[in-house]
């Protein structure tokens, strides 16, 4: 099994996921150091490569912020990605939630 590449992803990619961190059973506590990086997301975080996918790429942000335990954003980003991708980020970010009766 290959070991995680951080070199592979784009700069900002990188920053946002150079420490590591498991992903609690429940909502977790935001990271409020990332807010910033998270916030500045956009489809240059991708670069060099070229976004050929809008959806996946707003999937990605969705990941990130869920990866940094912002519940809510990682909720506004993926419950409007109409794709299977947005739909995985979506119920995961509603497994973390402590709203265990809210089946979307």
């Known amino acids: 099994m290959n070991s ?10 990188q920053a946002l996921l150079a420490e590591p961190r498991l992903a609690p059973l429940g909502p977790g506590r935001a990271n409020r150091a990332a807010r910033p990086l998270l916030e500045a997301l956009d489809d240059r975080m991708f670069e ?3 976004v050929r ?21 990682s909720h506004m980003i993926s419950q409007g990605i ?17 709203d265990h009766s809210n089946k979307c």
């Not at 995680?4 to 990619?13: I, Q, R």
């Not at 109409?82 to 402590?98: D, N």
């Open 4 to 13: 995680f590449d951080l070199s592979a992803y784009a700069p900002a990619v």
């Open 48 to 50: 060099p490569q070229a």
């Open 53 to 73: 996918d809008r959806d996946l790429a707003a999937a990605c942000r969705a990941a990130l912020w869920l990866h940094h335990d912002f519940l809510d954003e």
């Open 82 to 98: 109409e794709t299977a991708e947005g739909s995985y980020w979506h119920a995961l970010m509603h497994r973390r939630e402590p």
